[in-house]
């Protein structure tokens, strides 16, 4: 999520003020620890806000930045459980090169550290939704975790197109270290315009590493699944290693605003992980775009699928700019949109002031800007 605001900063060449607000939300069946099934909701708020000054690309600027999540679960008029996650993040730059650090934490409240329900209406209940035959009983008590560190995020951008992010954190006393998640891109748009090639699009490379203890494409969530429906024990609730994968991706093909990605896992078991195929438009005051991605999950492939479609003005400086933005997620398998929960769909409604570029994108899909002219 930084590297795309990171980049948007980037490519405008300048640090500005923007605010963005989310709501995502599903429906969901929750399983009390009785067997008994209920209907609820479970919905995800975002906001927060950019901030800074100067010119990142050209000379020197400073940036500083606020996002929270909250997840809402509830089976009546209040929520039966809260999930509370914020990030303050601060950074510079100078000529093209920018850094940033962010400091995660947050609180849990009305939910044990198992995920289970411990006060409202519904009892203690697993949060996992899904239908009776495939919910997942879990045993109910435990301590109540009150406030957490969520760890230190990290991100670097240069205007060549090279980006690096790292999430250091330690998920439990088993973790093989503090590294939770690195994702590295080199996509060197910047050379692709010198070199008159703009035009075919932005192609680029990545390292993404992926902890043991993240569940990232639900692969132990479909083994629980299918050992429960046989009768037999889950198996443990992490990865036996670390996912490494190499993204390969080409943005803005032909200038159509169509995106083409494959990842391929290489490590702990290679194998073919994801493609995807998308299509952005921002224009005024009209923006639309979606994607369709197919991707490995347990011993199978599944279909996901998601769009948006809203109306905005663009950032000038004489106005701000302001969009409104629908969305529409279908088993995405990353976080970015909502929660990575199979088969789930998912709601969304978003409004930003200032540049969109600065705001999390409400899928992660955006146009690249063509910055022909510009000085690098």
């Given at each position: 999520?930084?590297?795309?605001?990171?980049q948007g900063q980037m490519e405008r060449d300048q640090t500005e003020f923007a605010y963005e607000g989310v709501l995502r939300t599903m429906s969901a069946r929750f399983q009390l620890?009785?067997?008994?099934?209920?209907?609820g909701q479970l919905e995800r708020i975002g906001g927060g806000y950019w901030w800074g000054h100067g010119h990142p690309r050209t000379g020197v600027a400073?940036?500083?930045?606020?996002?929270?999540?909250?997840g809402l679960a509830e089976t009546g008029k209040v929520a039966d459980a809260i999930v509370f996650d914020g990030l303050l993040l601060t950074g510079v730059a100078y000529e093209g090169l920018?850094?940033?650090v962010g400091?995660?934490?947050?609180?849990?409240?009305g939910m044990t550290a198992d995920g289970q329900f411990t006060s409202g209406d519904a009892g203690a209940i697993s949060y996992r939704p899904g239908a009776p035959g495939n919910a997942i009983p879990q045993p109910s008590g435990g301590k109540v975790e009150k406030l957490r560190f969520g760890g230190v995020v990290t991100a670097?951008?240069?205007?060549?197109?090279?980006?690096?992010?790292?999430?250091?954190?330690?998920?439990?006393?088993?973790s093989s270290g503090f590294l939770a998640a690195m994702l590295a891109l080199v996509q060197p748009a910047a050379l692709m315009e010198r070199a008159g090639a703009r035009d075919f699009g932005v192609p680029g490379l990545g390292l993404n590493?992926?902890?043991?203890?993240?569940?990232y494409y639900g692969d132990t969530l479909s083994a629980t699944r299918d050992r429960v429906a046989q009768g037999l024990p889950a198996p443990p609730r992490r990865l036996s290693a670390p996912i490494y994968e190499i993204p390969a991706v080409v943005d803005d093909l032909a200038t159509l605003g169509i995106r083409l990605r494959a990842v391929t896992q290489v490590s702990p078991e290679p194998l073919f992980r994801l493609a995807e195929v998308g299509y952005a438009y921002r224009g005024d005051p009209l923006r639309v775009g979606g994607r369709a991605v197919g991707f490995r999950r347990g011993d199978s492939y599944v279909a996901s699928g998601e769009g948006f479609a809203g109306f905005g003005t663009t950032s000038t400086e004489d106005s701000p700019g302001f969009s409104v933005t629908a969305s529409y997620s279908y088993n995405v398998p990353d976080?970015?949109?909502f929660y990575a929960i199979p088969n789930a769909s998912v709601f969304g409604l978003q409004f930003t002031a200032g540049p969109e570029e600065l705001a999390r994108p409400i899928i992660p899909l955006v146009k690249r800007a063509k910055n022909e002219g510009r000085d690098r």
């Open positions: 999520m930084q590297h795309y605001r990171l620890n009785d067997g008994r099934v209920v209907t400073f940036f500083s930045a606020a996002q929270m999540d909250v920018s850094a940033a400091l995660r934490g947050g609180f849990i409240s670097v951008e240069h205007a060549e197109g090279v980006s690096l992010g790292a999430v250091l954190d330690r998920a439990s006393a088993g590493r992926i902890s043991e203890e993240i569940d976080s970015v949109t």
